[in-house]
């Protein structure tokens, strides 16, 4: 296994169609707190409206070959996206928008790798790899990340790299997860 990664253009987002698919698919099969919220979530309605209000996107995947075995998506947004009525739930908001310094937020928003594929390093590479385009925007003090409930690997991993608890969403539905950057 030769793992290889690349960034892609918005443009070309749909060759993670499928997998942004399965991401949501194995969200729901693990949540344990309305997992009937993700009946609505698929790419169209989460990858898409989140790259066009989005400033800023960075996508990358892993191949093993031709194959795309996993991806990251992060991006960079004005606070107020994540107000009302986002990533088509209804809650007030997905975090107290006063404690952010700055107009913008980084999020790393999706991680994925195809089963045969996890545990092998290739979530790390991915994770670093957005990481440090986060990073690069001098213009941000916060990235979040939101973490599924029942996805304990995922909220696990995030810790491990240095993230912190803020709070729970949507009766716990969702975990917030955020990293204060200088």
């Known amino acids: 296994m030769s793992i290889r990664y690349e960034v892609i253009s918005e443009d070309n987002v749909f060759c993670i169609k499928d997998l942004c698919n399965e991401l949501m698919a194995y969200q ?26 989005a400033k800023a996107n960075y996508i990358i995947v892993a191949k093993d070959g031709d194959e795309i075995i996993g991806y990251a998506y992060s991006n960079i947004s004005p606070k107020e996206i994540y107000s009302k009525g986002f990533a088509t739930l209804d809650c007030d908001s997905f975090f107290d928008l006063d404690s ?19 545990n092998k390093g290739i979530g790390s590479v991915l994770f670093e790899k957005s990481m440090d385009w986060l990073r690069s925007f001098k213009s941000i003090s916060d990235i979040f990340i939101f973490v599924s409930n029942g996805n304990d690997n995922a909220l696990k991993f995030y810790l491990n790299k240095g993230f912190k608890m803020s709070h729970q969403i949507l009766d716990g539905f969702i975990i917030v997860l955020r990293l204060f950057i200088a």
């Open 28 to 53: 729901k099969s693990i949540a344990h707190i309305h997992p009937e919220f993700f009946d609505n979530m698929r790419f169209e309605t989460r990858m898409i409206p989140s790259i066009k209000s």
């Open 100 to 118: 952010v310094k700055s107009h913008d937020v980084g999020c790393l928003s999706q991680i994925y790798i195809k089963e045969g594929y996890r």
